[in-house]
Structure formats: C-alpha cells, structure tokens
C-alpha cells in the first residue's frame, strides 16, 4: 500500500500522538523491517514498538479506521513470511518483553518476550521451564510461539504450545480487548442474528460468550460437521486454523482458535502459561545408518519405547557438521548416511528416574536398534552433561549448517518443514527423491522424525538460468506428493505469505471455513491479510529482491576502482554515478555479505555459550543486530533505497552498531562478513563527511604517539592529571575515567634500532625456522618489553628471530572508524613488506591476535591481490604459533613454577581467527596449562568491551564497560590471582574493570622461562 510522502508524514505524526511506543517510517527502517528469514520481501509503510497494551488499543484503533493492515512481529524469524506486509509492523519484542508474573507453576508474560529469555530466568528462579520449542531457539519470541502453535522440537515431550496456555489477552481487529481464561471455557448462547441480542449478550455475559456463539455456529452445522470430520487430521497439523479442537462438548475454546492463527485474528498482548519441571537428562544415543529408508524404518521401532526426541539427520548435513566444529570428527562416521538421535525420558528434577532403570532403558533402544533389528551399524550413547551439550548443539548445528555453504548452489526454505504418517514417510521419500532427480536438484532430508515432521531442503543452484521460474512448479510437485500421501505442508512453521498459496490445495472444502472464521473476527482484513485464506496476490510477487543473486560472487576488482554498482544491477556500460565516485563506493566487496545472510536472527541470540554480537547483547531490535548491516546493503545494492542513505545519520547509526570485532565470522551460521559490510557503510560516510577528530585520533594513533613519544614523561603527567583528563575529554574525547597505559619514551622498533640488538633488523641466512615479529601499536610504544619477551621466548625456542624495521601499524583503528584510504595505504605497505620476508622462507609471527586478524582477514577485503592472500596464508599470532611447536613436541618445557591461579580471557580477535567457538580451549589456555602449578581457569562471559580501540573513545566509554561487566565479575572473585588474555587492549579492560593485575601470556611464559623475575609480577605473594 504506497503512500505518498505527506501521507506518510501524517500517520507517522499521527501514530506518534496517539501512543508512547516508537514510531519510524523513514526508508532504512522499512527496509530493514521488509524481510525475515524467509525468502520473501515486503516493505511496511510504517514500524511501530508499543510499550503497552494501550498502544497496541490504539494503533489497531486507528488502523481499523485507516484501514491500514497491521502485521504483528516479534523477533521476525519467521521462515515463510508471517510478519511481513506492506501495512504497520507492529514489533513487539522491543518493549513488550517483560515477564509479569511468576507463579509456582504458571508464568504470566508478554508477547515480545524470548523463549530462550523465559527459560534462562524460570530455570535460575524456580527449577521450571516453558516446554514447547516451535521455532528458531535463538530467537523466537512467545507471541509467536502462541501465533503459530508449532509442534516444534520437543513436542515428544511436551505437546503443543497451545497444551500449556492457560489465558491469553487479545487485542481483536476492531480494538477491543478480550481475555480468555482455558479454566472457565464460555459455554455459548445460541446465536442470535439481531445486534441488539448480541450487544445484550455481551453486556450480560461478555464478548467471549459472543464470539463463541458465532464460531459455535460456524462449526456446528451439519455441512461444517461433515468437512471436518472428512478432513485430513495428523497430530502436528499446521496448516489452517485449529477449526478441530474449538469445540470442547458444549464448551467453546477460543484461545485455541487464536493459538495457530498467525496473528490473522488477534494479537496476543499478555498470555499465562503453564510451567513444567526442568526435565533429567540421562539416557540419550545417536544411531548412525546406511541408508535413510532404513533410519525411518528404525523410528518406527523406537516410538513404542516412547522417546521425548527423535530427529533425523541426512549426510550431507553431518558432513557439513564433521567440518564445522572439530569435535564431532571422531564421533560421526564418515560413512553414515544418516543419524537419528534419540533422548528417552529420565524423568524430571523433582521426579527422577531411577539411574540403573534408565540405563537399562538406553540398553534395550540401542540392542533393539543395532543388534535385534540390525538397522543402524554404529550408535553412541550420550552419558555426560558434556556429552549432552555436543548431542544437543548438533542437531542445532544441523539445522542452521547448510547457510554455511559458499558456491552458487545454496537451501532455499520454501519446501521445508511438511509432515506426513509415519508408515508413509518412507514412500514420500522415494517420491521426492524420484523428483529432484528428474529435476536434477540436490536435497538434503531432516527432521523431527518422531512426529511424522520432515524438513526438505532442496539445494537449488543459482547459476541455473531458470532457478527463479521453478519454485512455484517444484513447490507444487513437492505439495503434491506430500498432500498425496495424507501429509500437511506444515507441520510448525507455519503458512504465512508463503505456503498460505497452497492452503486450498490441502484443504479444498474448508477453505471458506477459514474464510468465515476471518470474516467472524476481522471483517475488514486488517490482522495479516492475505494469510490462512485465498490470497490476492500470488506468492510469488513477494520474493526477495535480489534472490537469485544468494551465492552469486562478482568478480572483487583489483585496486580500488572496480567494478561500479550500476554494473553489477545491469550488466551494460552505465556511466559511474557521481554519488559512487564520491562516496568511494565498491559494491563488490559488500555483494557476497549483503546477499548472504539469510534473516536466520542467530545473531540476536542472548546466551553465555555466545559471543555474537558484544554490541548488541540483548537488544533484540533488528537494527541493532549484525544483520541490520546486511539488510541496509541489500538495500542499497537493489535500489530498493538510496546510495545516499549511507551518509546520512540513519545509515551512520546502523554502521555505528558494529565495532567490527568478527565474531559474526565465526557464529554466524552463514558466515556473514558484517564487519566488512560495516567497514564499507563507514567508509562511505567518512568519504562525504570526513573524519571528526576524535575519529581521527584513533585513526591515525601510531602517528600521534610517534610523535609524542619524545615527550612522554608530560604525555604521562597529563594522563594522570584531573584537570588535564577533564580537558582532554571536552577536547580530544578521551574519557576522563578510563585508565591510560604509560607511553615508552622509546619505541620497541628504536630501542632495537639504536642498540647491539640491531642485528635482528636485517634477515639473517640460517638454518634454523625464521620468524619475523610483527609488533604493532600497543607493544611498540607501550610495552616494549613485552615485545622483547616475545623475541626471547622464540629464540630460546630455536628460531631466527627478524624484527623488520620497514613496518607499520596494522590499521585497526582506521578499519574501526572507516578511514578506507588509510587502511588502504598502511595494508598496502606492510602486506608489500610481509610478503617480501614471507617469500625468503619468514613466517610471521603478531604479538597481538589483532593484529593478526587485520593481516589475516581485514586486508584480503580491501585488495584482491596476490600479495594479501600470500600474507593472510602466513601470518599467526604468538601463542598459536607457538602451540603450534608445541603440538610438533618441540617446544621446550623447562618451565618454572607459577603458583597462582589465573582468569584466562579469550580475545574476540583471538577466537576469530582461530575459528573457534566460543568454548573452545585457546592456544593460549593451552600453553598456560603447560606450566606447573599455574591453576588455568577459563572465564568465558562474553567480549570484554573493548574491541581494539573502540573502548578507548569517550563515545563508546561507557557501553564497553557494560559490556565486559560480566567479564570483570567473573574475574573479581577472591580465588582469582590474575586475570590473563592474549590481547592488550582486552587487558587493559580487564584491569580498568577489576582493579587486579591483568597480564599477557607471554610475561607468564617469560616468567616461567626464567626471563623474568616472578617479584616483577608480584607472583611471590600469592603462593597457593
Ligand atoms: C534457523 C531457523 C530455524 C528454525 N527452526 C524452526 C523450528 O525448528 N521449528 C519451528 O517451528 N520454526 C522454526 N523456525 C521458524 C521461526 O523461528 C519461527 O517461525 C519463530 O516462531 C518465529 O518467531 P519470531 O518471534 O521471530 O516471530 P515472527 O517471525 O516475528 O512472527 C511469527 C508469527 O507470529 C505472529 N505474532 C508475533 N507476535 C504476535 C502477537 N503478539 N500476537 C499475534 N501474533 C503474533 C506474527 O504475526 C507472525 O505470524 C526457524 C527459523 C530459523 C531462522
Ligand atoms: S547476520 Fe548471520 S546470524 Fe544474523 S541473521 Fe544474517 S545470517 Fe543470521
Ligand atoms: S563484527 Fe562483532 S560487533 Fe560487528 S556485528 Fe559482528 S558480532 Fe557485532
């Protein structure tokens, strides 16, 4: 629904007076509200956030008199386009998050509110947990649990979403509130047709007793009686409205009615639901087997021995899964076809089975499966809580692996998530199987097998001139067959604006069921048009711009004019666009990012196993979230908003979101670049705008402190004087309260310049392993020591040690605040330099893991040249390389003993580039545990705030302390000596937010070597 600017001006400004939320409708925000993780794409005319039950009142209010659609959204994970539409989204999981009530066995809360949220806080505060996962664990928000009724993950154990809903409070299409308690169902009174009965029914009874009236008529006529008992009833049905369950003998449920209905016939503002014990985990096995047929058939076995779970796992996917994490290697055959992974009950916390009565239980599954029944040829069981945690992250990992891939062939999520009987799954396999093959498609097959429930994910390859014309024909084919067989197609996620297409297609006669149902609650179709009924438009017409290009990668131009946006939209000869010149804009750099991240909202997650996205822990708004730079970009490159955009303050604000720390790198599932893409949104400003000092400053900081080093003693005096600290922070924007490291008054590379160390400047012809030290900003004018330390440790190690001369800071300040032709120019030189030693046989070696991720990641996205690949393929960071010698059992390990115990930290950077998760042992962590007696203890709470700089700056002081608050109370507690991490800047952090001694590893490795006196780090008073 187009509206013209002053239209737009005047519902923003209207809306604005009428309620307290947050109204916005400039174009970033519609853009970034126009997708989810379907593939679909619809802009809103308008974002709202209610604060409150009476803005939802009255933005539905106006809505209704405007007739202005309105799409209810939480987090907008939704993968077939639920939230999405071209009216107000009205998003609910910024405000409307907060649990009301905690009962002992029912919680009362908000829409907005996260599962996964719900669960931490009831598991800390009661022992108890809401059951039902039907939806994207990450990021699903209970409104939508309840607006879809999914069967969903547990549902073996715990039912449906809709089991334990005990009231809900409904805003209905016309404004009104109504709340429906399950306790005290309304048992109708016959419907009468004049309004002034009904108006008394109302006052006498209350609208419940109306509307279930009017829905009692509907479905209790014998044409209505006849169609629902003809139609096709599978437990975990998700198609359609819950038509079947509203009847309860006289009774009329209507909470059930709107559990399932999308958001199509009311919206949820508050919900009471009940709360189940925290289930005992004991007995689960993973089973891996040769084919698929004959896992199916397995399931069929295991069902009587009622499992609480049981999913299915194809090869592909746990390939891709082996790759992913390490771990899993030596756990999943390379020769399976398939897995199935099973949890048997074991009781609740309050109620535990017994432990021999489990393990006998687990004993008689895994003999029935393996030996009796000879299905499966390996199966493990699942016996510790670490064993559980791999057991649960891979079916985790299963689901969100195949966004990991990097070609043109790449899943789409439209066929997924239909069930079918169980004795028929086999067959709809060899069917589907059969039609991909004649339509030469790859498929990979998963799912929640136990409830009939599978996901089809074809892989369809983009460089397929047709890929855009064969979705309708192949969804039609694969519904089809499903529908054939007595299946649904969709068994939790929902219809939305995607699947909504093919509902007749399943339901032929009850379509105009659904269809006075609609009509009963929203006459005028403002709740979510175009859903659970015949649609106006076809799907189609809303597939996400720029689709096809999903896996698609332009050629990345050599130097920095490249290939130009016009180019990459049309491929004929355009003239570059003054504004693309100006802003310095290089689409191809940002392509592959824009149009990879899928809208999967794994990024808006909120646990401590994460570390994606330090900068917005919490927030649960998209334009916080690493995805908002994706979407901004998509954007841009289909000229679905302005290039100029990005210099404007909205852009600015989105790139701002992100302090490039590359923790998307490694937890993303689809490995979007956001950094890059958040590098590129900052350039593009800085090349309008410029650069404000502060911004400056940290661009060029190697230079200005080049510069102050001979004055250093009155650097350090300033710093540690009020007035002047006052000053400095209402000038230059260094804050006042964060503590300054002492400027040396000689650099690193100086001191070795102008002493006998000189030898170490020039490469040295030798037969022993060359390394040349890449020292950086912070060792180099700092801590000169700690980069002397380095150089002994890896000489007493065996290598030749070179310190070039010829190098320079690695940038990261300048890739922090988008200063691109800085950046440009010093990774231009010390790629020029490394490359030259890396060719005489050097490796080089960074003192900070920082450094090494600029080297290693930054510099191959600003120049496509051989130079920056050679680099990125042989640079390391101290403590991996070193771990690396020790892992060839060379290292020398005459260690002394180091009687404390310390808090490790581990860097974003340092994880980064490792490509670890987050849980993963450090090279760091490895080596400290090597030295005697030192007590190694990991303090795994997330980012410690600081990324490199960006905690340096007055702007950002005080969020970077927030953010490593869970850090420092990790660290704070009394048993812990020392707190330890591999990057400076994270040290310094620490220090500032803990009061203790926070050291690099390498001053506990020096100590440990001899190097250094254990007094230097006052190690002597705390013997253990
Ligand atoms: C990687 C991945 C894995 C997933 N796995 C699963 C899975 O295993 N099982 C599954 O079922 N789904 C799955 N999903 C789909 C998705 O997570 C679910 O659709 C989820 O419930 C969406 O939650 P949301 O808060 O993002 O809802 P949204 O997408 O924002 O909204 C979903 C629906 O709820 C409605 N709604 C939201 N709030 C209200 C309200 N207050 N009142 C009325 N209606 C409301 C919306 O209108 C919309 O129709 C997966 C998605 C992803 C990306
Ligand atoms: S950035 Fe990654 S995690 Fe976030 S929505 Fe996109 S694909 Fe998902
Ligand atoms: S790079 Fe770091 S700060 Fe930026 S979006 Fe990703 S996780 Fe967030």
């Not at 309004?195 to 009236?213: D, T």
């Not at 437990?235 to 009774?251: K, T």
Request: glycine content about 6%.
């Amino acid at each position: 629904m187009p509206l013209t600017a002053a239209q737009q001006i005047r519902l923003r400004d209207d809306l604005r007076g009428l309620i307290q939320g947050d109204v916005r409708c400039d174009e970033v925000t519609q853009q970034l509200y126009a997708t989810d993780a379907s593939i679909l794409q619809s802009r809103p005319v308008c974002v709202v956030c209610p604060r409150n039950t009476e803005d939802v009142v009255a933005i539905v209010k106006y809505a209704a008199e405007e007739g202005i659609p309105i799409h209810s959204r939480g987090a907008g994970t939704s993968l077939t386009g639920e939230s999405l539409g071209e009216g107000i989204v009205l998003v609910f999981s910024r405000h409307m998050r907060r649990i009301l009530h905690v009962g002992d066995d029912t919680v009362t809360v908000q829409p907005g509110l996260l599962r996964r949220r719900l669960n931490g806080v009831l598991g800390k505060s009661k022992g108890r947990l809401f059951g039902p996962l039907a939806g994207n664990p990450s990021s699903t928000s209970l409104g939508s649990i309840l607006a879809r009724n999914g069967a969903g993950l547990h549902y073996l154990r715990y039912g449906l979403p809709s089991d334990h809903l005990v009231s809900m409070t409904i805003v209905l299409a016309n404004g009104d509130l109504m709340t429906l308690d399950r306790n005290s169902l309304p048992q109708p009174p016959l419907l009468e047709k004049e309004g002034s009965v009904i108006l008394a029914h109302e006052i006498a009874f209350g609208k419940e007793y109306v509307y279930a009236g009017k829905i009692a008529h509907i479905l209790n006529n014998r044409t209505s009686k006849q169609l629902l008992e003809s139609a096709n009833q599978l437990p975990v049905n998700r198609a359609g409205y819950a038509e079947h369950s509203v009847l309860q003998g006289e009774r009329v449920d209507l909470a059930r009615l709107f559990t399932g209905s999308e958001g199509t016939l009311g919206l949820t503002v508050a919900a009471t639901l009940q709360t189940v014990s925290l289930p005992q985990r004991k007995s689960a096995a993973a089973f891996f087997f040769r084919s698929i047929s004959s896992a199916i058939e397995a399931v069929s076995a295991i069902l009587p021995l009622r499992p609480v779970l049981c999913e299915l796992i194809d090869r592909r996917r746990l390939n891709m899964v082996r790759d992913w994490d390490a771990r899993y290697r030596p756990l999943i055959p390379a020769e399976a076809e398939a897995a199935l992974l099973v949890e048997l009950d074991s009781g609740t916390f309050e109620e535990p089975m017994d432990d021999d009565n489990c393990r006998n239980h687990l004993s008689h599954l895994i003999d029935l499966v393996q030996t009796k029944k000879q299905l499966c040829f390996h199966a493990l069981r699942v016996n510790t809580e670490d064993d559980f945690q791999l057991f649960d992250q891979v079916i985790r990992r299963s689901e969100l692996v195949l966004g990991r891939m990097h070609h043109s062939i790449q899943p789409v999520p439209l066929f997924d998530d239909v069930a079918v009987p169980l004795d028929r799954m086999n067959n709809v396999i060899s069917d589907l199987l059969a039609l991909f093959h004649r339509h030469k498609i790859t498929v990979s097959l998963s799912g929640h097998v136990g409830q009939g429930h599978l996901r089809i994910h074809p892989l369809l390859d983009f460089a397929r001139p047709d890929v855009m014309s064969i979705l309708h024909p192949l969804a039609n084919e694969i519904y089809s067959t499903v529908l054939h067989h007595g299946g649904t197609i969709s068994s939790e996620w929902g219809t939305g604006l995607l699947k909504s297409h093919f509902l007749p297609q399943q339901f032929p006669h009850l379509t105009p069921l659904f269809q006075k149902i609609k009509k009963t609650f929203d006459p005028q179709h403002i709740l979510n048009p175009d859903r659970m009924i015949p649609q106006k438009a076809h799907w189609t017409t809303h597939l996400r711009h720029g689709l096809e290009k999903r896996g698609h990668l332009p050629p990345i131009p050599s130097g920095t004019s490249g290939s130009r946006f016009t180019k990459l939209q049309q491929p004929v000869e355009t003239q570059p666009n003054q504004v693309e010149i100006q802003l310095k804009w290089e689409p191809a750099y940002v392509f592959e990012p824009a149009y990879r991240c899928n809208g999967c909202g794994e990024c808006l997650r909120y646990d401590r196993q994460s570390r994606i996205c330090p900068l917005s822990r919490g927030t649960v708004t998209i334009e916080q979230a690493p995805r908002s730079k994706a979407d901004l970009l998509r954007g841009i490159l289909e000229c679905d908003i302005d290039l100029e955009t990005l210099i404007g303050d909205r852009g600015k604000e989105i790139a701002d979101t992100c302090f490039q720390c590359r923790m998307c790198d490694m937890e993303c599932p689809a490995q979007v670049d956001v950094s890059t893409l958040a590098f590129r949104s900052k350039a593009a400003y800085v090349a309008a705008h410029g650069l404000p000092l502060e911004d400056l400053i940290m661009s060029r900081i190697d230079t200005i402190l080049n510069f102050l080093m001979p004055a250093s003693w009155l650097f350090n005096a300033a710093m540690r004087n009020r007035v002047m600290r006052w000053f400095l922070e209402k000038t230059l924007r260094v804050p006042q309260s964060r503590a300054m490291p002492a400027l040396n008054h000689l650099s690193y590379l100086n001191r070795i310049r102008w002493s006998s160390l000189r030898h170490r400047l020039l490469p040295e012809q030798t037969d022993k392993t060359r390394v040349a030290l890449f020292v950086d900003t912070f060792a180099n004018y700092f801590d000169p020591q700690l980069a002397e330390l380095a150089v002994q440790i890896l000489e007493y190690n065996g290598f030749s040690v070179h310190v070039p001369s010829r190098q320079r800071a690695s940038g990261r300040g300048s890739f922090l605040v988008g200063h691109v032709d800085r950046a440009e120019r010093l990774a231009r030189f010390n790629t020029a330099q490394m490359s030259e030693l890396i060719r005489l046989g050097y490796k080089i070696v960074t003192i900070e893991p920082y450094s090494a991720s600029c080297l290693t990641k930054d510099y191959r996205h600003l120049f496509d040249e051989k130079e920056s690949e050679l680099t990125a393929e042989n640079v390391i960071d101290f403590c991996s390389f070193l771990e690396h010698h020790h892992q060839t059992g060379k290292l020398r390990q005459d260690f002394q003993q180091i009687p404390c115990r310390v808090g490790y930290h581990a860097p974003c950077s340092g994880l980064a580039i490792s490509a670890s998760i987050a849980s993963d042992m450090m090279p760091a962590e490895k080596l400290l545990r090597l030295i005697p007696d030192l007590d190694v203890q990991r303090t795994e709470r997330g980012c410690c705030g600081m990324a490199g700089l960006w905690g340096f700056q007055q702007k950002n002081y005080r969020h970077s302390v927030q953010i490593g608050i869970p850090l420092f109370r990790a660290l704070r507690r009394a048993e812990i000596d020392f707190g330890v991490s591999d990057c400076s800047a994270c040290c310094a952090q620490m220090a500032h937010g803990t009061k203790k001694r926070v050291l690099h590893p390498i001053r506990l490795l020096a100590v440990a070597y001899g190097f250094l006196p254990a007094v230097a780090l006052g190690i002597q008073n705390s013997p253990r």
